[in-house]
């Protein structure tokens, strides 16, 4: 299974099935979103199997336009595959425009309530104009509940990142806030991105019930081959703090009660890259 990608020629977000042995196509699973005003494409898809464990049963994938598909493939029959949105990820809080979904979608099941879970961050990295994109709460990260309906953001808790300017051991650091459930009867936890160009363009991954993922930050000029970034982690159902996650001081602990002059809520590490190489900068 594939997500059809950028620049088709009817713009729609679809998933390609195919034979893996002959590369004959099963089926095309058109969602119907894009247009030529609204170009699309899907992404790469994340598949779960059934009960009998080596049958697909659904696949889940993100798009340009911020939606975030469930395709129902129990049927044996693929002609009567299907496909439904759970959300629309969007600028400010779902009143802006569309944060793309370039990277893969992250599967898990919640440990407490055995409900599927839905973890993607939003950006995109693939045009010049893209570098430049520096508006705040542009994008942001996402861990909803699969309820097999869709989603709005009235269902999900805002998180945010707080104590945003802080440094340890030599890296700039900041925080997610402390530790808390969610709200009764939320399905989940979106966090916005600051200011400044961050940009989620990974899939995440899930370590225990760590949701860890790296941000990206892009410099203005296209050819320089710098930027920075964040290692985030946040507790996956939750979208709070973890706890103790990453050893910033070298110390072989992580428990690192005390970072960037706040205790123990340190849930993002600034990270630069430092490739040698040429570039307008001469770094
Ligand atoms: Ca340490």
Redesign the pocket.
């Known amino acids: 299974m594939v997500g059809n990608g950028v620049n088709s020629t009817n713009n729609k977000a679809v998933l390609l099935v195919v034979n893996a042995q002959t590369g004959a196509v099963i089926r095309e699973i058109d969602t119907g979103a894009g247009s030529a005003s609204q170009p699309n494409g899907l992404f790469a898809p994340t598949a779960i199997l059934g009960a009998d464990g080596k049958s697909i049963a659904y696949a889940y994938a993100g798009d340009l336009l911020g939606n975030v598909w469930k395709f129902d493939m129990t049927a044996t029959n693929p002609a009567s595959w299907t496909v439904k949105r759970l959300f629309q990820a969007k600028s400010a809080d779902g009143t802006g425009a569309p944060q793309p979904i370039t990277g893969g979608v992250t599967i898990a099941t919640n440990p407490v309530t055995y409900q599927r879970w839905v973890f993607f961050g939003t950006g995109r990295f693939m045009t010049v104009s893209d570098t430049n994109d520096k508006a705040p709460l542009m994008q942001g990260l996402y861990g909803f509940e699969d309820t097999d309906a869709q989603l709005q953001y009235s269902d999900l808790v805002k998180r945010t990142i707080i104590n945003t300017g802080a440094s340890q051991s030599g890296y700039p650091v900041r925080t997610f806030e402390p530790k808390a459930d969610l709200n009764p009867g939320a399905k989940g936890w979106y966090v916005s991105l600051p200011a400044g160009g961050e940009r989620i363009i990974q899939d995440a991954q899930l370590v225990a019930n760590a949701l860890v993922t790296a941000s990206m930050i892009p410099e203005t000029n296209i050819c320089d081959a710098t930027g920075s970034g964040y290692i985030n982690a946040v507790d996956a159902f939750t979208g709070t703090s973890l706890g103790t996650l990453f050893?910033?001081?070298?110390?072989?602990?992580?428990?690192?009660n005390n970072v960037g002059g706040v205790a123990r809520w340190l849930r993002g590490c600034r990270w630069a890259c430092r490739r040698c190489r040429s570039s307008s900068t001469g770094r």
Not at 247 to 256: C, K, P, Q, R
């Open positions: 050893d910033l001081n070298n110390d072989g602990s992580t428990a690192d």
